[in-house]
Nanobody, 126 residues
């Protein structure tokens, strides 16, 4: 059973940076395609970034391009989302997600993912 545990959320001011992390257990992490989604109050869960099993291929949502960077360290079974130049509209619960199978940068629908963490709150004040 794959388990994902996020950490690193918090309250920051606009323009600041924050890194959220996800620890993976229950499966060899290098077999999993990993992604970050976010969900603001009253809104749908939206794609933020995705990374291939090797870590060599990434894709980022247009709203986060140039500001968010996804990375992974398979030896430490972790995936990170580095967020810079944060804006109040980035406020959301950030979820780590994983799925089996061949990597696709087009996998941006939450329904395409098999495993989810419990989420970590990121709040950006203006």
């Amino acid at each position: 059973q794959v388990q994902l545990v996020e950490s690193g959320g918090g309250l920051v001011q606009a323009g600041e940076s924050l890194r959220v992390s996800c620890v993976v257990s229950g499966r060899t992490v290098s077999t999993l395609m990993m992604a970050w989604f976010r969900q603001a109050p009253g809104k749908e869960r939206d794609f933020a970034a995705v990374i291939s099993q090797s870590g060599y291929i990434t894709a980022t949502a247009d709203s986060a391009k140039g500001r968010f960077t996804i990375s992974r360290d398979n030896s430490k079974k972790t995936v990170h989302l580095e967020m810079n130049s944060l804006k109040p509209e980035d406020t959301a619960v950030y979820y780590c997600a994983a799925r089996d199978g061949i990597f696709s940068s087009a996998a941006r629908d939450p329904r395409e993912y098999d495993y989810w963490g419990q989420g970590t709150q990121v709040t950006v004040s203006s």
